[in-house]
């Protein structure tokens, strides 16, 4: 599959512990970009990275969220000490040179639900 | 600021009408990129359409249309002859030289029934 790869596709964690989750882009992709979507809402941006560099995390809450892109291996982002708000789709794109009119190519997105 | 406004929450059409779902869009840039994505009850994100701000012509795509309109900022999109297999959330979403996000309307949720 040369798509985007998300993993995983559910994750449930009690709250206080921490999620990871995972974003390989598609090949040939260095840009990922990464949007929550609450339930029956659009996706909201997040934070947008290339190669071992954060280029905007504008739309990521300050505390207990984090993500990188390293040199080899996948992109995560990380939440800590999760609480009941953070349950949400989690939605990685990715696009070839992350210019402003390429379609930004999504993940299958990671279900998170906390307890 | 950029905004994307999808006003149609919801729509039930029955199989084979036409359906039209709406998309209006604010940015400051002059030029800009609109998109509609669908969101299956599977969940995934696909992409339909990308339009740049400089072309205005109406594209077709089998059952699909889209309706560019610079004069309206609006960008809506028409299924003709629905199917069931329609069914789905349809995203508009905008993206600008001002930033390095898409900028996503809330969705409308269709739902074609048999």
Known sequence: ?115 | AQKVTQAQTEISVVEKEDVTLDCVYETRDTTYYLFWYKQPPSGELVFLIRRNSFDEQNEISGRYSWNFQKSTSSFNFTITASQVVDSAVYFCALSDRTGNQFYFGTGTSLTVIP
């Not at chain 1, 449930?12 to 992709?29: F, N």
């Not at chain 1, 905007?56 to 993500?67: C, H, L, V």
């Not at chain 1, 999760?82 to 999504?106: I, K, L, M, N, W």
Request: charged content about 25%.
């Open chain 1, 1 to 115: 599959n040369a798509g985007v790869m998300q993993n995983p596709r559910h994750l449930v964690r009690r709250r206080g512990q921490e999620a990871r989750l995972r974003c390989s882009p598609m090949k040939g992709h260095s840009h990922v970009y990464w949007y929550r979507q609450l339930p029956e809402e659009g996706l909201k941006f997040m934070v947008y990275l290339q190669k071992e560099n954060i280029i905007d995390e504008s739309g990521m809450p300050k505390e207990r969220f984090s993500a990188e892109f390293p040199k080899e291996g996948p992109s995560i982002l990380r939440i800590q000490q999760v609480v009941r708000g953070d349950s949400a789709a989690y939605f990685c794109a990715s696009s070839p040179t992350g210019e402003e009119d390429q379609p930004q190519h999504f993940g299958d997105g990671t279900r998170l639900s906390i307890l």
